[in-house]
């Protein structure tokens, strides 16, 4: 999976990304902004600075818009586009958005847009699929619909 995926990730992630990229950790991230602070406050100058955690975006991620759908193969394309519509709208999304993004993924997802064969994209997508957790002492498995696998850069 990481040969079929990391020319592609870094190609997507560009030079600015720090974390889950090798030798571009999010401790040169810091060292870059406190670099950039000290150097304003030592000059006078003004800097405005503004911190995305993306965490939480990684959690909202949905999985089909990335990998694809999981359906049966013998659905149409109608099938699959009401079938996703559905799907998003169980996750929280408006009807209008979505439909639009049920017919993008079923016309092309992102991983497959990002030039990730097939096989590679049939892997990832069988990693990610019925993630489940447990709370607790509890028997009850809680499967995730959205998201991935946290720390998995897949």
């Given at each position: 999976l990481y040969d079929g995926v990391e020319e592609k990730y870094l190609r997507y992630v560009g030079t600015n990304q720090c974390g889950a990229v090798k030798q571009r950790g999010a401790d040169m991230a810091h060292h870059f902004v406190r670099t950039a602070m000290d150097y304003a406050a030592a000059n006078g100058l003004c800097i405005a600075l503004v911190f995305i955690d993306l965490i939480k975006a990684f959690d909202r991620i949905l999985r089909e818009a990335v990998l694809g759908w999981n359906f049966d193969s013998d659905m149409d394309s109608n099938e699959r586009i009401s079938k996703g519509t559905d799907k998003?709208?169980?996750?929280?999304?408006?009807?209008?958005?979505?439909?639009?993004?049920?017919?993008?993924?079923?016309?092309?997802?992102?991983?497959?847009?990002?030039?990730?064969?097939?096989?590679?994209?049939?892997?990832?997508?069988?990693?990610?699929?019925?993630?489940?957790?447990?709370?607790?002492?509890s028997t009850a498995k809680l499967v995730v619909e959205k998201g991935g696998r946290q720390g998995c850069k897949f």
């Open positions: 998003f709208i169980e996750l929280g999304m408006g009807r209008n958005e979505a439909k639009q993004l049920a017919a993008q993924v079923d016309k092309q997802c992102a991983a497959t847009a990002a030039g990730i064969d097939e096989e590679t994209r049939a892997l990832l997508q069988e990693l990610h699929a019925g993630t489940w957790f447990r709370v607790k002492d």
